[in-house]
């Protein structure tokens, strides 16, 4: 499996899918990088919007830069 793509301290944008609901929408920042499995790689990130930590997998996400 390819390296992560994104780092510990990066934001990034959260794009939900629709099993995951009610889980907002938004800019993310990564506070830890995770082992992946056989389908993506995963991470811990923080909500800038409520603050909550949330499990998200790499394919969820978008540069915080390319989201602007």
């Known amino acids: 499996?390819?390296?992560?793509?994104?780092?510990?301290?990066?934001?990034?944008?959260?794009?939900?899918?629709?099993?995951?609901?009610?889980?907002?929408?938004g800019i993310y920042t990564i506070t830890r990088v995770l082992p992946g499995d056989d389908f993506d790689r995963t991470y811990h990130a923080r909500c800038e919007r409520d603050g909550h930590m949330r499990l998200v997998r790499e394919k969820q996400l978008l540069p915080a830069a390319a989201a602007a």
């Open 1 to 25: 499996m390819s390296p992560h793509k994104f780092h510990l301290g990066e934001s990034v944008e959260f794009l939900p899918q629709p099993w995951d609901g009610p889980v907002p929408r």
